[in-house]
């Protein structure tokens, strides 16, 4: 453990590529200003409990967002398929000269690691049923699904009847959480949406065909109570009946303010039984609302009506709900990725986003 340089309590990384005058100590490849060369390519063996390539570069994975579910440790190290676990966290311990964070993850600088929600500003809330981990199971059904984002936010429910039931295998064969039209996990009080300038939330999901939506039927529901007159943030396939089955928005920015509704352009009827990657954004700085679906802009700084701009309430929302809200998802909806950020996210974040959930969910 002592080959691995510690400098200023992070161990000392390089993902640049390898050099011709690097420099070897112990079988490790080392930069010239005495930086471990590391690389997410997998390892072909293990150097003094180090996996390495074989051209003596450190095999790393970035556990920033939490230690991966097939973690173990060889050697007081961790390592998940065969890659050391590292991170960017503060340090919490120090074992034989080297950092780990409050995971158990090697704090390091200096890596690459492929780019994640983690690395999102103002990161809100991380829902991610491809993450096992995070699951808790009453059998088949779901009663918790944790939060990735570290603050803590996980949604529940303790009653069995109306928890959503768990797919190993769905949609493209990937994980997911479905309801049966009753269900609804719940976060409870929290600060979401508190105070905020702008909230934007990717959802992943699929709607079964023969789907029939009714309204205010919700993927995400925030609210300072228990109907529409009191939501402050929800995600919607038919938002009001005046906007019948289009995807949009619904909400308020003060508790004061009126209920409003935007709708998007697109057919929430025609994208049945098809998953779906949805970005819903408020600008309450702006007064205005975005969406895409399937990374194509289908609302466009939509004003939002009766609402003046300026950051929401200084309340906390007394519910947040994953499949209903003021009322349910229909029979068969399913959910597997949610990512909420307290900000109006930019392009360039949205469209990393985007590109992430569909390359993991399956080219949506």
């Not at 920033?64 to 173990?72: E, F, I, N, Q, S």
């Not at 690459?112 to 999102?120: D, E």
């Not at 959480?177 to 939330?201: I, P, W």
Request: hydrophobic share 35%; proline share 4%.
């Amino acid at each position: 453990m002592s080959l691995l340089p510690v400098i200023d309590n992070a161990v000392a990384l390089s993902s640049d590529a390898s050099s011709a005058d690097d420099v070897f100590n112990a079988g490790i490849r080392f930069t010239q200003a005495g930086l471990v060369r590391c690389t997410t390519d997998n390892a072909t063996f293990f150097n003094q409990g180090i996996p390495m390539t074989s051209e003596g570069v450190v095999s790393v994975v970035d556990a920033t967002a939490g230690l991966p579910a097939d973690t173990v440790f060889l050697n007081g190290l961790p390592m998940s398929n065969n890659k050391l676990c590292v991170s960017t966290n503060s340090v919490a311990v120090v074992v034989n000269g080297i950092t780990f964070d409050a995971a158990g993850a090697v704090v390091a600088t200096g890596f690459s690691g492929a780019w994640t929600p983690a690395q999102l500003p103002s990161l809100a809330l991380w829902l991610d049923a491809d993450d096992a981990s995070t699951i808790t199971l009453n059998g088949s059904n779901v009663s918790q699904w944790d939060d990735k984002s570290g603050n803590g936010r996980n949604a529940s429910q303790a009653t069995a009847s109306g928890q959503p039931t768990y797919l190993a295998t769905g949609f493209n064969g990937k994980p997911t959480l479905q309801t049966d039209g009753s269900d609804a996990l719940e976060l409870g009080v929290t600060s979401l949406g508190r105070n905020v300038s702008g909230l934007t939330c990717a959802i992943v999901g699929l709607h079964p065909v023969g789907t029939v939506f009714t309204s205010n039927a919700n993927e995400l529901f925030i609210s300072s109570g228990v109907n529409s007159a009191s939501t402050r943030f929800a995600v919607t396939p038919n938002p009001s009946t005046s906007t019948i089955n289009r995807y949009g928005i619904a909400g308020r920015r003060l508790d004061t303010d009126g209920y409003s509704t935007v709708s998007s352009s697109t057919d929430s009827l025609a994208n049945r039984g098809n998953p779906w990657i949805r970005v819903a954004q408020r600008a309450y700085s702006d007064g205005v609302a975005n969406h895409w679906t399937d990374g194509t802009q289908d609302m466009t700084n939509e004003v939002v009506t009766g609402q003046t701009a300026g950051n929401t309430s200084d309340t906390d929302p007394l519910r947040t709900v994953l499949f209903n809200g003021v009322s349910a998802l229909p029979n068969g909806s399913q959910l597997s990725e949610i990512v909420l950020t307290h900000s109006t996210m930019t392009n360039d974040d949205r469209q990393k986003l985007e590109g992430y959930l569909a390359w993991k969910w399956g080219g949506i």
